[in-house]
């Protein structure tokens, strides 16, 4: 029976898997929950197929073992599976729509990461674990004492004013709040310690590696965003144009076309969030600049500032599209770094 089976797909879970099995003529065969032991042991023994799942949760590290074991592995966003899910949800209909989905002539699959580019992510995604623990940690501290008449600004750099607020023995404060404030206190301090430490590792990666390096000769990109592009990121040659990688990214316009006349909205944001939330803030972070300096050289940029809200030109700088908002096809980040990496080549003011 295992001969006749073209597709595996399976329903990824925890400890419970819904694996169909789907024949040469798209018959399905079986349709069976299976454990972890019996899914992996399935995929060892069988003869090679196809192997098709959601990109979700899971899904990287039983592509690569499947891939060890001479399958082909066929990984569909979940937005794609859902319109071929018959009638109710469940995990034989999910599994029989995988199937479905991964058949599709004309279906686009999700790469499998390997475990160093999955490695890059989970040191990214800890770096900004720990950033968010340490605002809202000192976010905390901040509500607490102004209600004791302590106020200081937003940001790590006010710290400082209720550090010396809890030491100095002459503000009126409580005792259990001094002792709670010194708490908080030490937390984000051995927080700072470890996002220092983090931010150096990538810092230190960022000038060994060729990739990261390239990368962050482009305005407005540092260490931590080249290290989210080379985690989140698949290989930029898969893409044809710098376009079609701010596509990917949520960074283009979303359309309500018919009738061929063309309207575009706002921007998608129906892509990779790290990646596109980073581009803005370094494009915010350049913006910033031009102001600061009363112009630029790139007549574009310092004649978009003058005409549009900051956020508007951050995203158009971003953006590497003719945007509705600005009327210009200028070339930006997201094109910017298409073109270096697949070119392999520094990044030339213009």
């Keep these: 029976m295992t001969s006749t089976i073209n597709i595996l797909a399976i329903d990824l879970a925890k400890g419970s898997f819904q694996v169909c099995g789907v024949g040469l003529d798209g018959v399905v065969v079986f349709n069976r929950a299976m454990s972890r032991t019996r899914l992996a042991a399935l995929l060892a023994d069988h003869p090679a197929c196809i192997v098709a799942m959601e990109a979700c949760a899971t899904s990287h590290h039983w592509g690569r073992f499947a891939q060890s074991r001479g399958h082909e592995v066929r990984l569909v966003p979940a937005a794609y599976v859902k319109p071929f899910v018959k009638r109710q949800k469940n995990d034989r209909a999910d599994a029989e729509a995988i199937a479905e989905a991964a058949l599709r002539p004309t279906m686009r ?9 999955q490695g890059r992510a989970v ?13 809202q940690l000192i976010n905390a501290l901040r509500g607490h004492l102004a209600e004791f008449g302590l106020v200081a600004p937003k940001g790590p750099a006010s710290l400082k004013l209720l550090e010396s607020a809890l030491a100095d023995e002459s503000t009126d404060l409580p005792e259990p709040v001094r002792n709670m404030g010194s708490i908080y206190v030490e937390q984000i301090a ?6 220092d430490r983090l931010s150096d590792e990538l810092e230190t990666s960022s000038k060994t590696d060729e990739q990261l390096r390239r990368l962050c000769t482009i305005l407005g990109i540092g260490p931590v965003t080249a290290g989210a592009v080379a985690a989140f990121a698949p290989d930029l040659d898969t893409f044809d144009s710098g376009r079609n990688f701010a596509a990917w990214l949520g960074l283009v316009s979303r359309q309500r076309s018919t009738g061929g006349k063309a309207r575009l909205g706002s921007v998608s944001k129906m892509g990779q969030t790290d990646i596109r939330r980073l581009l803005i803030v370094g494009a915010m972070s350049v913006i910033r600049w031009v102001v600061r300096r009363g112009g630029s050289t790139n007549r574009w940029l310092a004649a978009l500032v003058a005409r549009k809200p900051k956020m508007v030109a951050a995203v158009a700088l971003a953006n590497s599209e003719r945007c509705s908002a600005t009327g210009s096809s200028s070339p930006r980040t997201a094109r910017m770094i298409w073109a270096i990496s697949t070119k392999q080549e520094n990044y030339r003011m213009a």
């Design 123 to 135: 040191a990214y995604r800890t770096h900004q674990c720990m950033v968010r623990q340490r605002t």
């Design 109 to 117: 699959f999700v790469a499998v990461k390997s475990a160093e580019t």
């Design 190 to 195: 051995r927080l700072t310690e470890v996002i």
